[in-house]
């Protein structure tokens, strides 16, 4: 992907039993931000945990910073994770949370590098409230800067924007570009199209343990918006909507289901959408229901995969 | 620092092992884990209470320090700090935290041995040597003292393995302490010597004119055996915890 990869996996596959986690998946990351876009249950954890070193591949190899971070304990001073789980130690507060971070990475003043990444993510380091307390959003911070604290060249966030209001997710999205624009290698999973866009325009898709595509996300976004896409409409006139949608170039297929369903394929779902309520009323058709159908991001990397 | 560069300095052994140990304190000291231990720590004191109108009192404090002390009150203290000292992290996810760091990866299982092993033995050794003294016979306390100090420090070593091995540790342990400590061990001649409740009597031996019912071996051979049961687990928690997937 780039002339200078930070990250390598090679083949790597992992399975647990019967279970095939990750399969046959092969990348390379480079400085800047990339986006590990899937849904649950993609692989993504299980594939962030192994570039961690915190798993040990079934096959094939990982590489962090030229090492094998399974291997080599001293890879873990350069690696920022932040995990998927939500939970945190109940007895520290967020400054003792992050200064154990700091102390374990063997920072020469883990208090001072502690305050400083806690204020990095806008939270108070003299916070006396213990971390149950916090809100999930602020836990999330927490975590976020206990990744940071020892300003590590590789971080690995984990769904990181979970939990945020839409101003903390600005921030936050605004800081990992900073990092990634600092020549940091920053690799962030999401099951969210759109907070990928934000994120950066380097994009790898996992779908069922495998890598979907990889590439520029831009390429990939166009690629998701050109799919056909299918529309359920309940209404009273199914026939005289067909085809007048399909007249109008806004349909590209039709299915009649009953008297009252009509699912229309379309590769312009908001021209269709436009177009829908026009000529439902040129036509004197009641249209009780649109749905569209395969929309989820389930459906997306569907399309991708079999492409 | 360079955005490429592998950084290689790494805290003192001594700064993240005590990091570690403060750490597991404090998860490990709860009210709830007080509050039943001591309650089992302070009915050691009242057997002692009742062994002291005993016509002799120095053998009934030691029956009450080797019956219920050792094979009660120390292993079931232990068993609930030691297999929860690393068996929690791992339940809730929280090892993640500890493990992607630059730290060998003996030291934790190592300070959540010394982590239980300080937190029981203030809890349980404590109240039977208590007890032997209101039993007046503080030659016994000196011996519980050792003997339960000595049996905290292996099963310490044991339930931290359990803990990071199985995953329902508490109800292995528990059959452990049960079948193992308090039947195996008095069943047949020589069973004794597999059981850390054997090698602790034998320091409960110690105290001049009493009879112990369990001896596994001489107090001299004891003062090695358990402590080596104590660095076989710590080895068998840290052999586990290298090859383990990280959740």
Request: hydrophobic share 50%; with cysteine; proline share 5%.
């Amino acid at each position: 992907m780039t002339s200078e990869p930070r990250i390598v996996a090679e083949n790597v596959s992992k399975w647990f039993g019967a279970l095939v986690a990750v399969s046959d998946v092969s990348f390379d990351v480079g400085p800047g931000v990339t986006a590990l876009l899937g849904p649950n249950g993609a692989g993504k954890s299980t594939m962030f945990r192994m570039l961690c070193g915190l798993a040990r591949p079934s096959k094939g190899a990982v590489r962090v910073l030229g090492r094998d971070p399974r291997a080599d304990a001293s890879v873990a001073r350069s690696i920022g994770l932040v995990p998927q789980q939500e939970s945190v130690f109940e007895p520290l507060t967020a400054r003792e949370f992050v200064t154990l971070s700091a102390r374990l990475q063997g920072l020469d003043d883990p208090g001072a590098a502690a305050a400083s990444a806690l204020e990095k993510v806008h939270l108070d380091p003299s916070d006396t409230r213990r971390l149950p307390s916090y809100s999930k959003g602020m836990r999330q911070r927490v975590k976020v800067a206990q990744a940071l604290v020892h300003d590590p060249s590789v971080l690995v966030l984990d769904e990181p924007l979970t939990g945020l209001d839409p101003r903390q997710r600005m921030d936050m999205v605004a800081l990992f570009r900073r990092l990634g624009g600092e020549g940091r290698c920053v690799i962030v999973s999401s099951h969210v199209l759109d907070e990928v866009e934000r994120l950066g325009s380097q994009v790898l898709v996992m779908s069922q343990g495998r890598l979907a595509a990889a590439g520029d996300f831009h390429e990939l976004r166009a690629l998701m918006d050109d799919r056909p896409m299918r529309i359920r409409v309940r209404t009273d006139r199914p026939r005289e909507l067909a085809g007048a949608l399909v007249e109008a170039g806004t349909a590209v297929g039709v299915r009649l289901d009953g008297d009252e369903v009509l699912e229309l394929d379309t590769r312009d779902a908001r021209a269709l959408a436009h177009a829908l309520a026009p000529v439902a009323r040129e036509r004197a058709a009641r249209l009780y229901e649109v749905h569209p159908l395969d929309a989820d991001l389930e459906g997306v990397f569907r399309y991708v995969v079999q492409r | 620092m360079s955005a490429t560069e592998v950084v290689s300095a790494r805290p003192s052994t001594l700064v993240s092992l005590v990091a570690f140990y403060k750490l597991l304190l404090r998860t490990q000291i709860t009210i709830p884990r007080l509050l039943g231990i001591g309650g089992l720590g302070a009915l050691a004191v009242l057997i002692g209470l009742f062994a002291r109108f005993d016509e002799n009192s120095a053998q009934a404090a030691a029956d009450a320090v080797g019956g219920y002390g050792l094979g009660i009150l120390v292993p079931f203290a232990t068993l609930w700090l030691g297999t929860s000292a690393i068996g929690d992290l791992v339940e809730d996810k929280l090892l993640v935290y500890l493990s992607l760091k630059p730290v060998p990866r003996w030291q934790l299982p190592a300070a959540a041995v010394l982590a239980t092993f300080t937190v029981v033995v203030p809890l349980t050794a404590l109240p039977l040597t208590v007890a032997a003294i209101v039993a007046g016979a503080g030659d016994v306390a000196v011996a519980a003292l050792l003997a339960a100090s000595f049996a905290a420090l292996a099963y310490s070593g044991l339930f931290v393995a359990a803990g990071i091995w199985f995953r329902r540790a508490v109800w292995w342990g528990l059959a452990f302490v049960l079948i193992w400590e308090n039947v195996v061990a008095y069943s047949a001649h020589g069973a004794a010597r597999f059981t850390v409740i054997g090698w602790a009597s034998s320091l409960l031996g110690l105290a001049p004119d009493v009879d112990v019912q369990l001896e596994a071996g001489s107090a001299a051979a004891a003062f090695v055996v358990l402590p080596a049961i104590a660095i076989a687990g710590w080895l068998a928690a840290t052999w586990r915890y290298r090859r383990a997937d990280i959740d």
